[in-house]
């Protein structure tokens, strides 16, 4: 594992201290890399929205492609 540092004016670095202690995490490290990953989620679904939104446009979907969809699920699981 890499080791980067970073350098916080006392206000973060006391709000940082309050989340490690009161969110249980063990570490600022950890309370910053779940900040990162959230990031990192946060901006993959952003990219596969915008990739669907400039997708094609395909057909409407009602209940019955929900049922369908469920049904398939369902059996896939029972398997």
């Known amino acids: 594992m890499s080791t980067m540092n970073i350098s916080l004016p006392d206000n973060l670095k006391h709000f940082v201290d309050q989340q490690v202690a009161g969110r249980g995490y063990g570490t600022s ?3 910053v890399r779940e ?3 959230r990031d990192r ?14 997708s094609e446009a395909t057909e409407a979907v ?13 059996g896939q699981s029972a398997k």
């Not at 989620?41 to 929205?49: A, F, I, K």
């Open 41 to 54: 989620d946060r901006q993959h679904l952003r990219g596969l929205l915008l990739e669907g939104a400039s």
């Open 29 to 31: 490290s950890e309370y």
């Open 35 to 37: 900040l990162i990953r």
């Open 62 to 74: 009602d209940a019955s492609y929900f049922d369908s969809l469920r049904d398939r699920a369902l």
